[in-house]
């Protein structure tokens, strides 16, 4: 069993940064894919990043040259720094452990989530 902890959400003005942590315990997270999803007030949950287990990174397009994200093997923590933030980028963020994909369908652990909110 993997159990994951989001962290780093809040409240921040248009064009402002916030940094996202996800912290895996449990087991190691080290030969899964993590991923980042969102979901918006009344809107399905969204892909928005995801990371192999060697690093190869995926992004949404509305999020691409924006986001980062990241994960550092030692502190079993995977991270998403987010720049010029939108208020369109207001939701709900959740971390997930899986295989590598958009489909949130493709993840077995996920984190509870953080909010997140842009205020324009």
């Known amino acids: 069993q993997v159990q994951l902890v989001e962290s780093g959400g809040g409240l921040v003005q248009a064009g402002g940064s916030l940094r996202l942590a996800c912290v895996a315990s449990g087991r190691t997270v080290s030969d899964y894919d993590l991923g980042w999803f969102r979901q918006g007030p009344g809107k399905e949950r969204q892909f928005v990043a995801r990371?192999?287990?060697?690093?190869?990174?995926t992004y949404a397009d509305s999020v691409r040259g924006r986001f980062t994200i990241s994960r550092d093997g030692a502190r079993n923590t995977m991270y998403l720094q987010m720049n010029n933030l939108r208020p369109e980028d207001t939701a709900v963020y959740f971390c997930a452990a899986g295989s590598a994909s958009d489909d949130a369908r493709t993840y077995h652990y996920w984190g509870q989530g953080t909010q997140v909110t842009v205020s324009s």
């Open positions: 990371i192999t287990w060697s690093r190869r990174t």
